[in-house]
């Protein structure tokens, strides 16, 4: 369903009377319990990207809020839409992981590191070097940079330079007069998957010669249509293994 | 509640003064970590992350933090009070994981208490039980928190009389046991944070 593009070299006191001594008891039992702990979770997919010549795993670092620009075309209820499906994502993905490892919001252009906008619309950043290749319903595209150490940032076609800039591009096809709002948040849902490091779509387990390593049950990042539009509980697993995992590429 | 009983039961019998005290105390906290997570015990897949994924302990905390509290004081009777105190710790979370650590955003721990205060030895002994809640925290980890988080409270403290007025400094300690939905959702299990810390106090009585 999306095109990934990876073009270079693609995580007491004491006390005399019984009842405070009763009381020190109690607290020194208590100290002999544990801190909160998470046990297991459930198994996780392989997540890297396949590259030409080997698995390359990119992600965001570690606690970095991902500015993400919703591109306006001017037409109300459509940029209205995608902003929904925006916020949906974010509070997906946000949720997904337990410690901060990163953060989705949006963002004006000046300060974003990703853009989402309808595929017909023109963006505003030089695309020349990374092209997207339409692929599907939506399809998230970077590009390594010329050394093949870091995600390399799109230049902006209007308003002045900035230093960062804008490092992936997702961009959804509206084939229908009136789009399923629905429809629209797992595209984008998924394609966010994608932004924040899933660089594969897993498999399913019910499939003859899926593995349990490539595959999950049930998964928001599925090759085709997203038959769900929030990340699943192989989905979590995933993102929390990605971002504990010392990456190839970052922006 | 079981202890609670235990000391009020024998102070009750007794004769009960009237008025009572209002007051704040302040408190400067060092906690232990509120939750610690082995994340790669279990999921990890195979061999295909070659030796990268980092296997260390994550742990969240809030390593020093200030807290304010409103104390109500009922006298029991000539030398004990019971005390109602609610207040909140108002800090930073700390995720670290192995020498690596970083900001997670400010949260706050509230805290209600009912204690007994009596003499032991020289010091006013404080030993109550409550309830704690986090509020405010941006990580998921923290989200849905159970409200019902058990606590247990115990302080020494020496107190001056002023006139109409009370100033308090002594030694807490508290023993919570945390939970969340979160991380319940993830097959998580509650456990135990505890903090120690220093108190100010000040406080005016009321009636006679």
């Known amino acids: ?251 | 509640m079981l202890l609670l009983l235990l000391l009020v039961a024998p102070l009750g019998a007794q004769t009960r003064p009237s008025g009572f005290t209002v007051g704040l105390r302040a408190s400067g906290l060092i906690g232990t970590r509120l939750i610690s997570d082995d994340i790669g015990q279990s999921i990890l897949p195979d061999t295909l992350l070659q030796g990268r994924f980092n296997r260390d302990t994550i742990k969240v905390g809030m390593p020093i933090a200030p807290d304010l509290t409103l104390v109500v004081s009922l006298p029991l009777n000539e030398e004990s009070d019971l005390q109602l105190a609610a207040g909140y710790t108002l800090g930073r979370l700390e995720v670290t994981q192995a020498d690596e650590s970083r900001d997670a955003g400010g949260a706050a721990l509230g805290h209600a208490v009912v204690s007994i205060r009596q003499p032991v030895r020289g010091v006013l002994g404080r030993l109550g039980i409550g309830l704690m809640w986090v509020q405010g925290a941006e990580i998921t980890a923290f989200r849905e928190m159970r409200t019902l988080n058990p606590l247990i409270e115990v302080a020494a403290t020496r107190i001056w009389d002023m006139g109409g007025y009370q100033v308090e400094a002594g030694l807490v300690g508290q023993a919570a046991q945390l939970s969340s939905a979160a991380l319940e959702a993830r097959q998580g299990t509650s456990g135990m944070y505890y903090r120690l810390g220093l108190e100010l106090g000040a406080g005016r009585r009321f009636g006679r």
């Open chain 1, 1 to 251: 369903m999306s095109a990934l593009r990876l073009k270079a070299r693609s995580g007491r006191a004491c006390s005399a009377r019984p009842a405070m001594i009763a009381g020190i008891v109690g607290v020194v039992l208590l100290a002999a319990c544990d801190s909160p702990t998470v046990p297991p979770r459930l198994i996780a997919y392989q997540f890297a990207y396949e590259g030409f010549v080997e698995r390359v795993i990119y992600r965001w670092p570690d606690g970095q809020t991902i500015g993400v620009h919703v591109a306006p075309t001017g037409e109300t209820e459509r940029d209205a839409l995608l902003e929904a499906a925006f916020r949906h994502t974010a509070q997906a993905w946000n949720d997904a992981v337990l410690y901060g490892e990163y953060r989705l919001e949006a963002a004006p252009l000046q300060r974003a590191d990703v853009i989402l906008a309808w595929a017909n619309h023109a963006l505003p950043i030089d695309t020349s070097e990374c092209p997207p290749s339409p692929d599907g319903f939506a399809w998230t595209t970077f590009c390594a940079n010329s050394t093949g150490t870091a995600i390399a940032a799109y230049p902006l076609t209007v308003g002045q330079h900035v230093e960062d800039g804008v490092h992936m591009i997702v961009q959804v096809l509206q084939t229908e007069l009136e789009p399923d709002p629905d429809r629209v948040a797992a595209l984008v849902a998924h394609e966010f998957g994608h932004v924040l490091g899933i660089g594969t779509h897993p498999c399913r387990l019910s499939d003859s010669g899926c593995t349990r390593r490539q595959g999950a049950h049930e998964s928001l990042m599925y090759l085709g249509i997203p038959e769900r539009s929030t990340p699943s509980a192989a989905d979590r697993s995933t993102i929390e293994l990605l971002y504990h995992t010392r990456p190839d590429l970052t922006p």
